[in-house]
């Protein structure tokens, strides 16, 4: 079972800009499927689901897709091969745009950032796009594959990262999760590899 989370700090900064409204932290293993080495994209865009699923209206009885299913929408676009379904193939940035707006009609901003040294260039419109719509972003790389989940940013010099590779029990409480390593906040951009690009996938629908 997925901890929900629906207040992400604990704390009041005006420093900080992050996530608004209610969402579910998948990870590995979460759903008794283990797809431990390759779910991460996966894991970070279930949140992400959840999330729209929690803030937009015409879509609350909707569920959270699972992997197949996930994979399923995308071989139905014609964007992969029937042989992905059931794979152990990751997906990134991409192709959560695809199944953001197949599943709910959210658009959503792809952000290339060229590599990790830059991510500091990018703080700003990362701080603009939490107070314009609240929503998590996801977040992929190619030398850092590690799919992550960006809650937050903190005085333009660090990010709230969700890290879907938790494989253990599903977090009972989020004061749990705030212990952990699963849920920390990372400076930019010594926090990340500067030979790496990284992409962005920023949901546009607004919470209210």
Aim: proline share 3%; with cysteine.
């Amino acid at each position: 079972m997925s901890l929900k989370i629906d207040q992400v700090l604990d704390e009041i900064d005006d420093t900080i800009d992050n996530v608004r409204g209610i969402l579910y932290f998948y990870h590995y293993n979460c759903d008794e499927q283990d797809d431990r080495g390759w779910g991460c994209g996966y894991r970070t865009l279930q949140t992400l689901c959840s999330w729209v699923i929690n803030n937009k209206q015409e879509y609350s009885s909707s569920i959270v897709p699972s992997i197949t299913n996930i994979q399923e929408i995308l071989v139905n676009l014609e964007d992969k091969p029937v042989s992905f379904i059931r794979s152990n193939q990751w997906i990134g940035t991409c192709e959560a745009t695809m199944i953001l707006s197949q599943l709910y009609d959210v658009d959503c901003k792809i952000m290339h950032i060229s590599n990790g040294g830059d991510l500091l260039n990018y703080m700003s419109l990362l701080s603009k796009h939490f107070r314009d719509f609240g929503s998590p972003v996801m977040m992929g790389g190619d030398a850092d594959a590690a799919s992550k989940c960006i809650l937050a940013v903190r005085s333009n010099k660090q990010l709230l990262i969700l890290d879907p590779h938790y494989s253990g029990p599903s977090f009972t409480a989020i004061n749990k999760l705030r212990e952990s390593t699963s849920l920390r906040w990372y400076n930019v951009p010594n926090d990340f590899i500067s030979s790496s690009f990284y992409n962005l996938c920023l949901p546009q629908f607004k919470k209210l």
